[in-house]
DNA sequence: GCCAGTCAAGTCCCG
DNA sequence: CGGGACTTGACTGGC
């Protein structure tokens, strides 16, 4: 089985690169000329995505392979005031350089927008507002010429007191939201509302990806095992073009359990893989942790000269 | 040039 | 029912 990791949105090592400059909308409206205002949204908005290229070339330099994308690239995108603003006609040069980099290192690329971004909402300005969102980042993917399916990583939503009613919302909601948006969408489980069986539920149900966070799993979970959903989880890939995706991170502490650790912990890492060991050819981990690429790093060394494993390159390494 | 405070979003928690 | 916590990285303001 071939393992490749991740990081996501930033990396610690390349200095003053951020892909998620952004300016308040308080900040906005304090500029009295709103056109030169705009320039100045648009400025912030290439920066960033001249940074997500910086990136990618710091990811091609150092054989990695997946990456997600900041989702603060534009600020203000989906702001009610900001509603006649085409953002993306003055990035199309950027985003392209994006595509033409790809072309040449391919790489796994994704979103993980924010929270905020809830599908099973009750409420239609919220879902109005959470598919705008999404838009935004089916028109960045395609700015960037990435094959829009399975890109872009949400939490089922809210619980809203009753958990079952909110996952029949997500049920009801999804059937007004268009197949283009649909299709860019894997789900993952939480780590305080659904969980692996729930999210599971969805996925099967609606034919969506899903996308196995084990440190959730084990901050929030009706029963602690979990291999005998694995075969279902693997299964929700089965229509993906795309390996079976999965999160990693370690708890910072007992006390800010769900919080993310600076680092992974290498050896629940290699526990877990040695569990899913041979069950599918290839699998896919995002590092979430708070040193981002150092910390890639340092868990691939950490796995240099174990029993079982033999490393391919500075991301990636097969388990036998 | 550092550190504390602020900013955004939606949900959840507390009184 | 209303206000604050939560979360995250970036930015702002005070010293």
Redesign the pocket.
Known sequence: MIVKLGYV??SVELQNA?P????????FSKIKDREAAIRKLER?AESNIDNCLRLLKHNAGNQIHFFRLSSRLIPLAN?EELLDWDYIKPLKESLKKIGDYLNQYPMRIDFHP???V?LN?P?KD?LS??LKTLVMHLKLLRGMKIDTEHRCVLHV?????DKEKALEQFIYNWGYIQPAIQKMIILENDD??FTVKETLYLCEKLGIPMVFDYHHHLANHEEVEWQGDWERIVATWKTSPLPVKMHISSPRSDKEY???ADFVDPEMFLKFINKIKGSVPEVHCMIEA?QKDAALFRLMKDLQGRTGIKLIDQSSFVVE
């Open positions: 949105a930033m951020s998620s400059q952004t300016m308040t909308f308080a900040q912030i702001h924010d929270h905020f809830v909402t409420n919220i507002n959470a939503g809210g619980g809203y007191d305080t509302t769900r919080a993310h708070k």
